[in-house]
């Protein structure tokens, strides 16, 4: 880049050519003579500024940056919570840089205290920075590069440069303060389960016993005591309990509806948050906990296990939540992420794969080339070969690891967009439309974690919008209590923050929408209270509201889930 004018700047040399015409116009030299010497005096504050602007072409200005860990327990940066950025200028030229102006270049999650910072860094010296920022959502962040002004003494010229130097940072989705566990008691399950914290009552032969009971309708006659029923001369029951490991499934709606409203405090990011705490608190007490995220299909599936290392892959499950690439659930053509694609190679990278040659006008494009989504052309193999070179050997530290399969030339389009996540190359989320539905989604998860008939417990945290058809939920839910599986519905309550004033029929027409929304929920609650199935509603405005709408959601939950033995 090469110097430009600044405000400043401009308005001398408007002034100086306003001199020029107005004495030639009037035949007045000495008028003439002021232009030219404003004139020749910004030429030489041009030259002269040449020379500070050229060092820092020449890499004699140079900055590192990193974010230390959080000074919270643990070390690991929250959602919502404050980071640092510590940056490391060094002036290693002969010129003093007296006014630079820092612009920092990151993922929009990723909010700063302040949008630009001035600083002074004289001749062959270093100084430290720290920069205060909040990481608004849970996910991979990124911070890209770092955008540098300076200017002359005078405040005449500017020059701005950018240096790359792409940070990947984990932000963890905040743990919800759980202090109770799941209040499940497990109705049916198999003898040969290891021992665990769960107590699981049975009819015959068990492990410890419990007592005996008079034989009640339905109990199979192949468990009567008939040694007791002699004695009693009544029909006894043999009633034994096994310690056995329980399963907990947590059910994540992550369509567009759920992701409306400000990042980090969208229905999404309650129920992640929520899901992330449930999860903890289920894996202390011992018992296994699977996790099922779905939109229009089944979009992630972690197998229920135990253990810590468990926690910490639901956590990174739901840190890429605000990082999906696929083809049908992002709005992006092709062209778009071939632009996006080849514009950050060329912003963060240096490297360039436009095509020189302009092509005729209505002529067909020659092989390899490929239009973008402004009319551009580049070249798509050098594209590929750029992408997958990035893809293998210049990863970011910190930015998520992609499996070999992903990295492959047979499937570009899904190479690219796998760079776009490993760059931090945001692709937007689909847009709630008509055509398309979660029903099938959600079915289809119900029914994956209704599938065992072992009893388990079913949390489904999804805000019961833009479901078409009801009836493929209902025979999943109808499953899931012939199985014995215990369920409970989250509906992730969030107020939208103050927005500017809209028209009357804005207004309007969102107040329909928000009517129909609301009569569509209240029909599936009541629908689904008839199967037995509760329906809660937590707030996720403030921690402390939130805090006590999960005590009270765990203690409402003991009346619905448990039944007699």
């Known amino acids: 880049m090469t110097p430009t004018l600044t405000r400043f700047g401009v308005g001398l040399a408007v002034l100086a050519g306003t001199f020029i015409a107005f004495g030639a116009f009037l035949s007045l030299p000495l008028i003439v003579g002021l232009g030219l010497v404003q004139f020749s005096l910004l030429c030489v504050a041009y030259v002269l500024f040449l020379a500070k602007a050229a060092s820092m072409r020449q890499q004699l200005f ?8 959080s000074s919270k327990r643990g070390g690991a940066l ?21 006014r630079i102006v820092l612009e920092v270049h990151r993922s929009s999650a990723i909010e700063m205290d302040e949008q630009e910072v001035e600083y002074a860094v004289p001749a062959s010296t270093e100084i430290r920075l720290k920069l205060r920022a909040t990481a608004q959502a849970a996910g991979y962040w990124f911070f890209h590069g770092l955008l540098v002004g300076t200017f002359d003494r005078w405040g ?125 608190r289920s894996l202390l007490e011992g018992d296994r906990v699977g996790l099922l995220t779905f939109d229009t299909r089944l979009v992630g599936t972690l197998p229920a296990k135990d253990g810590k290392p468990q926690l910490y892959r639901i956590i990174e ?28 190679l060329a912003f963060q990278e240096g490297t360039s794969v436009r095509w020189k040659n302009r092509p005729k006008k209505g002529a067909p494009l020659p092989e390899g080339i490929v239009e973008g989504a402004s009319g551009e052309h580049y070249e798509f193999d050098a594209l590929l070969s750029e992408v997958e070179k990035s893809l293998v050997e210049r990863r970011p530290a910190g930015s998520p690891r992609l499996p070999k399969k992903d990295i492959d030339r047979n499937t570009p389009m899904l190479m690219l967009r796998h760079f776009c996540r490993q760059r931090g190359v945001e692709l937007p989320y689909r847009t709630e439309s008509p055509l398309q539905s979660k029903t099938r989604g959600m079915a289809e998860a119900i029914a994956k ?17 833009e479901l078409d058809e009801t009836k493929p939920v209902y025979d999943a839910l109808a499953l899931c209590r012939k199985h014995h599986h215990q369920v409970v519905i989250v509906v992730p309550s969030v107020i939208s923050p103050p927005q500017r004033r809209k028209s009357a029929h804005q207004s ?37 509201n939130m805090l006590s709408q999960q005590l009270a959601f765990m203690r409402h939950l003991k009346t619905p889930l448990r039944r007699s033995a």
């Open 62 to 69: 140079e900055t590192a940056w990193w974010v230390p860990a």
């Open 78 to 98: 929250v959602a919502g919570g404050p980071l640092e950025l510590h940056l490391l200028l060094r002036n290693s030229s002969r010129y003093d840089l007296r």
């Open 156 to 280: 005449v010229f500017s020059f701005r440069l950018y240096y790359p130097n792409p940070l990947a940072i984990k932000v963890f989705p905040p743990l919800a303060a759980i202090n109770q566990p799941l209040p499940f008691a497990p109705q049916t399950g198999a003898v040969e389960e290891r021992s665990g914290p769960r107590v699981l009552r049975q009819r015959g032969i068990g492990s410890d016993f419990r007592e005996l009971r008079e034989h009640q309708p339905g109990d199979p006659f192949r468990r009567i005591a008939w040694n007791a029923t002699a004695r009693a001369r009544k029909l006894m029951v043999r009633e034994v309990e096994n310690e056995i490991v329980a399963t907990h499934w947590l059910l994540l709606d992550i369509s567009p509806t759920m992701r409306r409203g400000a990042l980090g405090h969208s229905q999404m990011d309650v129920g992640a948050s929520l899901c992330a705490g449930l999860a903890r």
């Open 317 to 344: 499950h739901l840190m890429d939540l605000h990082s999906i690439v696929d083809d049908d659930l992002t709005d992006v053509m092709d062209s778009e992420l071939v632009s996006s694609v080849a514009q950050y």
């Open 449 to 465: 974690a209704a599938a065992s008939r072992a009893s388990q417990s079913i949390v489904i945290i999804c805000n019961l919008e």
């Open 508 to 544: 309007r027409v969102e107040r329909i929408v928000s009517l129909r929304h609301h009569r569509q929920q209240e029909t599936l609650r009541r629908d689904i209270a008839r199967l037995g199935i509760p329906v809660l509603t937590i707030d996720g405005n403030d921690e402390t």
